[in-house]
């Protein structure tokens, strides 16, 4: 999807009408703190144009994207972190808007 959609709660902070704590922004990206706080470092770094996960992995947009997440995870996690995204409900994703996830601020445990 290209335009926004309704009920995105993304394409709501970026247009400013929902509040987020903002850790990057600039004028195709933003990077926000997690609602979720299940360790002590949570942001989600997306496109501010609404699109897919699909569509994000896919377009050009994918090299800056990961650039600003490894930027940041090594600011805000200098001992490590991860980066994930999550496809479809299987895959647990809970917002249509692309974006990935940068986790860390603690020892994240072993796989099991």
Not at 6 to 32: K, M, Q, S
Not at 45 to 65: C, K
Not at 68 to 78: D, E, I, Q
Not at 84 to 109: A, C, E, K, R, T
């Amino acid at each position: 999807m290209s335009s926004e959609p309704t009920n995105c709660v993304f394409c709501e902070i970026v247009a400013g009408r929902e509040p987020a704590r903002i850790r990057y922004l600039d004028n195709d990206l933003i990077a926000i703190v997690n609602r979720l706080t299940w360790v002590p470092v949570m942001l989600l770094v997306m496109p501010r144009r609404h699109m897919s996960q699909l569509e994000m992995w896919s377009s050009g947009i994918m090299t800056r994207l990961g650039d600003v997440a490894a930027t940041l995870g090594c600011m805000y996690c200098p001992n490590g972190f991860r980066i994930l995204s999550n496809f479809g409900y299987d895959g647990l994703q809970s917002q249509s808007h692309g974006h990935v996830h940068v986790i860390g601020g603690q020892f994240l445990g072993h796989y099991a």
